[in-house]
């Protein structure tokens, strides 16, 4: 009989707390056709893990093992997985919302879900970025096509999406409006922040006129308001997928764009932002790292809303 190698994973048996969270031995994936088998040297978290982790969200009722950013090395190659070879170092995205499982010591995904990682870019850094980046990127890209010279207002943009969409917004030629507490309004600056606003102290929508393009990642009345901070045919993207009617029904009164969107895996994009990396252009903020079996701690301290940057686990 075969013998089934097995690996370490974060799972969960029911939703809750960042206590459900546990080290468990599942059996290692194998590749299919046009996939590719990673070993995962750093993946990292997201706003997306803890709702998932305790609502269940698109995944339903547990067990499931979360993670959607990977960095890693290619350890296998599927039938017909062309882009690859075994030793290759990778990054990218699991197609969201499900092909999650990147919280683990190896995960199996469509060969075009990676790209090269720049050999200046560590795994730490390389895992932090591919889900973040990406939802900037198709947000700032895609759907407001940013230019140069066009105001952009980013709100939480110290989070772990909004400081690297400042960046690519830099990268596309932007003047950047930011919004955080006062006390990152330094780290805003150094990152690329034209204007860094106070959002405990100043109102956004009575102290910005004219922007071009407002990327919400907060959600509920700060979508509605940010209409109204729009030129005529500007654009809110808004990274909650739903909400209240009101927002679109205000664009359409206001005369400008409300898009509502999720991340997708995006191999071109993937491209776009591994190039920005090798540049410099592009550079994530690491607020702490932990390795895997601490992944409950991780959880826990990323729910207290309080970070600059992101959360990575290690995988050893």
């Known amino acids: 009989m075969d013998r089934v190698e097995t690996m370490r994973a974060i799972s969960q048996d029911v939703l809750g707390g960042p206590e459900v969270l546990r080290e468990v031995r599942v059996e ?126 980013i709100h939480a943009a110290a989070g772990g999406v909004g400081h690297v969409a400042v960046q690519i917004a830099k990268a596309r030629g932007a003047y950047v409006i930011g919004t955080a507490s006062a006390g990152k309004h330094e780290f805003l600056r150094g990152i690329g922040v034209d204007e860094p606003l106070d959002y405990r102290e100043t109102d956004f929508a009575q102290a910005v006129r004219e922007v071009d393009v407002v990327l919400d990642t907060l959600g509920g009345d700060v979508s509605v308001r940010s209409l109204r901070v729009l030129r005529p045919g500007g654009t809110v993207v808004s990274l909650v997928p739903a909400g209240p009617d009101d927002f679109r029904q205000e664009a359409e009164r ?38 895997l079996a601490d992944a409950a701690e991780a959880h826990a301290a990323g729910e207290t809303g309080r970070t600059t940057g992101k959360l990575v686990l290690v995988v050893d």
């Open 254 to 291: 206001l005369g400008v764009r409300a898009v509502r969107m999720l991340v997708d895996a995006d191999h071109s994009g993937m491209r776009a932002i591994a190039q920005l990396a090798e540049e410099g252009r592009l550079r994530p903020t690491i607020a702490r790292t932990f390795p």
């Open 28 to 153: 290692r994936p194998a590749p299919r056709p046009n996939e590719v088998l990673v070993r995962v040297r750093a993946t990292g978290l997201n706003p997306t893990d803890f709702k998932h982790r305790a609502r269940g969200g698109f995944l339903g009722e547990p067990p499931f093992v979360l993670g959607w950013d990977v960095s890693g090395t290619v350890e296998a190659v599927g039938v017909g997985a062309a882009l690859f070879a075994p030793g290759d170092e990778v990054f990218g995205m699991l197609p969201y919302p499900f092909g999650h499982g990147a919280h683990a010591e190896y995960v199996t995904a469509p060969a075009r879900a990676f790209v090269r990682k720049p050999a200046g870019l560590d795994h730490v850094r390389a895992g932090a970025l591919p889900l973040v980046s990406l939802t900037a990127w198709q947000a700032l890209t895609e759907q407001a096509d940013v230019r140069p010279g066009q105001r952009v207002l």
